[in-house]
């Protein structure tokens, strides 16, 4: 089994940054894509940025230009650099991965979430 672990998150002043981990117990490279999600209380998940394993990337607009998706194959760990912070990126951050199954079927994988709130 897969497992994805979140971390970094905190509070943070806008203006500020935040680096967040998301830490997988297997090799990275054996997921299709990974990917960073929120959600902010009474609103729906929605995508951040997402990665493949070849590295090619994709941001919502509302993040593009201050975010930054990366992933580090030998530590097996998925990041988000986030500058620039708004109150409107207060959100539990969730890491996703989508994983191939034999069958060729892919599989999506959570971690628990981790809470950035940006506040003066």
């Known amino acids: 089994q897969v497992q994805l672990v979140e971390s970094g998150g905190g509070l943070v002043q806008p203006g500020g940054s935040l680096r967040l981990s998301c830490a997988a117990s297997?090799?990275?490279?054996?997921?299709?894509?990974m990917g960073w999600y929120r959600q902010a209380p009474g609103k729906q998940r929605e995508l951040v940025a997402i990665i493949t394993s070849g590295r090619s990337t994709n941001y919502a607009d509302s993040v593009k230009g201050r975010f930054t998706i990366s992933r580090d194959n030998a530590k097996n760990t998925m990041y988000l650099q986030m500058n620039s912070l708004k109150p409107d990126d207060t959100a539990v951050y969730y890491c996703?991965?989508?994983?191939?199954?034999?069958?060729?079927?892919?599989?999506?994988?959570w971690g628990q979430g981790t809470q950035v709130t940006v506040s003066s």
């Open positions: 297997g090799n990275i490279f054996n997921f299709y894509d």
């Open positions: 996703n991965g989508r994983r191939r199954r034999i069958s060729g079927d892919l599989d999506n994988y």
